[in-house]
């Protein structure tokens, strides 16, 4: 249990195997959060914390008097160890005080350093054990720090009860320790940051927040002497949305310039992939939007962990992590020739799939009461259980259970603003009357000359949008670029739904 993915269905079925007739059975597919997770400790967890420590004092009398030598008992009696370390001296910080920058957070960490270490010298410094033990306690307490960071990055962050979502915790989770967590702590710790992570998915299916759990769960090694981390403070994590930029912003933004390298390049400027740093990301989103040239320039920088700003010949370092989203079919566009088959190649050795809501709700239905309940509860927190009722009794209502959600969780949040602002959600392309032969409100509103032409762009965009499903097929409807099309749903949904995107 100590090894396997906190987040599989496969975690509740070791518990179970241990606690036996204690086990406490729980109405979920596997570990997530719910309204009263951080509130309570899970009683299981509780209880298998409590019987690990037993055994493991048992068992350290036994092997430090040398009573047992049989490798596969010693293997288990670290796993247990391990645990049990992680238990007692991590679990109980909130994530947000565990890496903050300043005193309080050093000596806190300087603190717990004091406390493992005589616990780990007390577990484990003994003959028998250290021949097992891959790297020292400094490496130990630098591994438990990421589970407990990459634990929370993951479980604060992908919400749902559905068994796609499961699936894509657990997803989340092997990108960031493997499959195998005792190879991870054995030396593939020291390569996971040069292997590039690709997020595939509909739009609106949390890619970004997939992409910040991976990015910020980076291992941080520990600094036995001065008892503090190689970095402390909130890792680097770089968004950029390449369909939002020029060609030679995206250059300039991700490998930096010199001054005088273009015109407006008036001073030296770092780019992303200089500033990451050693434990940070860059997160490409919309992968897919990139042209040839800059392909192949990135191509080079993954391939061979070097490139130059634009403007010098000086061949800089890349340490970081790069993490890659598109909802194109990228297999697609390398058969088109739009997307390198060699970049495609070095991005997706390792791959997650973003399920969409509709998927989810096939699954579990109650899902959507449960984001529903979360998104209110981040949002409206005095009124969080009236709102959340309301949202239900209207979705119930107006649009019944197999609407198909096709903006997914982003639809969802704005579904909820709406109904909070106004006390009514359109969706796009559905007139207001829900009079799907009638002339649509934004129509009738041209007709009254009541729009502008960037007004009446949009909703037009949308209109042909909601009937073609995707940003291709409606560009090539409408005759225009995919990214015009997108800009201008995006500027419609801003000032439809105020401030809020």
């Known amino acids: 249990m100590a090894n396997s993915n906190p987040f599989s269905p496969e975690r509740f079925e070791f518990e179970k195997k241990l606690l036996s007739k204690k086990f406490v059975q729980e109405d979920a597919i596997a570990w997530n959060r719910r309204p009263d997770s951080l509130a309570n400790d899970r009683p299981n967890v509780v209880e298998l914390t409590r019987i690990t420590s037993e055994v493991v004092e048992r068992a350290r009398l036994?092997?430090?008097?040398?009573?047992?030598?049989?490798?596969e008992i010693l293997s288990a009696y670290w796993d247990a160890s391990s645990y049990l370390l992680l238990y007692r001296h991590f679990t109980v910080f909130p994530i947000g005080e565990w890496l903050q920058v300043g005193s309080t957070g050093s000596d806190r960490i300087a603190r717990t350093w004091d406390e493992f270490?005589?616990?780990?010298?007390?577990?484990l410094d003994m003959p028998a054990i250290k021949q097992l033990i891959p790297g020292d306690p400094a490496h130990l307490f630098a591994c438990l720090s990421q589970i407990h960071r990459a634990f929370f990055n993951i479980f604060d962050h992908i919400l749902g009860d559905s068994l796609?979502?499961?699936?894509?915790?657990?997803?989340?989770?092997?990108?960031?320790?493997?499959?195998?967590?005792?190879?991870?702590?054995?030396?593939?710790w020291a390569r996971m940051n040069s292997v590039a992570t690709l997020i595939t998915g509909p739009s609106g299916t949390g890619k970004e927040l997939v992409a910040r759990a991976i990015g910020l769960s980076s291992y941080i090694p520990f600094h036995a002497g001065q008892k503090k981390f190689d970095f402390q403070g909130e890792q680097e994590f770089f968004p950029?949305?390449?369909?939002?930029?020029?060609?030679?912003?995206?250059?300039?933004?991700?490998?930096?310039?010199?001054?005088?390298a273009f015109t407006g390049a008036t001073s030296d400027r770092k780019g992303w992939l200089e500033s990451c740093g050693k434990y940070g990301s860059v997160f490409l989103d919309e992968i897919g939007e990139l042209d040839g040239e800059m392909q192949v320039k990135l191509l080079r920088t993954i391939q061979q962990r070097t490139y130059s700003r634009i403007g010098e010949s000086q061949e800089r370092k890349f340490q970081g992590k790069v993490i890659a989203a598109t909802n194109r079919d990228l297999s697609k566009e390398v058969s088109s020739g739009r997307f390198?088959?060699?970049?495609?190649?070095?991005?997706?050795?390792?791959?997650?799939?973003?399920?969409?809501?509709?998927?989810?709700l096939d699954h579990n239905p109650d899902d959507?009461?449960?984001?529903?309940?979360?998104i209110t509860s981040r949002n409206?927190?005095?009124?969080?259980?009236?709102?959340?009722?309301?949202v239900m009794d209207w979705i119930a209502e107006k649009l019944g259970p197999e609407y198909p959600w096709s903006g997914n969780i982003r639809e969802l949040e704005q579904c909820i603003w709406n109904l909070v602002i106004h006390g009514s959600y359109v969706p796009l392309g559905r007139p207001p009357d829900d009079d799907r032969t009638s002339i649509p409100g934004w129509a009738r509103q041209a007709i009254a000359r009541n729009l502008t032409a960037d007004e009446l762009l949009g909703e037009y965009c949308a209109w042909v949008y909601a009937e073609c499903g995707n940003y291709e097929a409606s560009a090539e409807r409408l005759g225009i670029d995919r990214r015009t099309v997108k800009s201008r749903i995006d500027d419609?949904?801003?000032?439809?739904?105020?401030?809020?995107?």
């Open 62 to 71: 036994t092997i430090a008097n040398g009573v047992v030598d049989d490798p």
């Open 340 to 360: 390198r088959e060699d970049l495609y190649y070095r991005i997706c050795s390792d791959r997650i799939e973003t399920p969409s809501l509709r998927s989810q």
């Open 380 to 390: 409206f927190s005095g009124e969080s259980s009236t709102i959340t009722n309301e």
């Open 240 to 260: 950029v949305n390449l369909s939002a930029l020029s060609r030679t912003l995206v250059e300039s933004e991700l490998f930096g310039h010199r001054k005088g």
């Open 164 to 188: 796609p979502v499961a699936n894509l915790r657990a997803r989340v989770w092997e990108s960031i320790f493997s499959g195998n967590v005792r190879r991870f702590h054995s030396g593939l």
């Open 492 to 501: 419609m949904i801003r000032k439809r739904n105020g401030s809020r995107n």
């Open 368 to 374: 959507l009461r449960f984001l529903v309940q979360n």
């Open 117 to 123: 270490l005589t616990d780990y010298r007390h577990l």
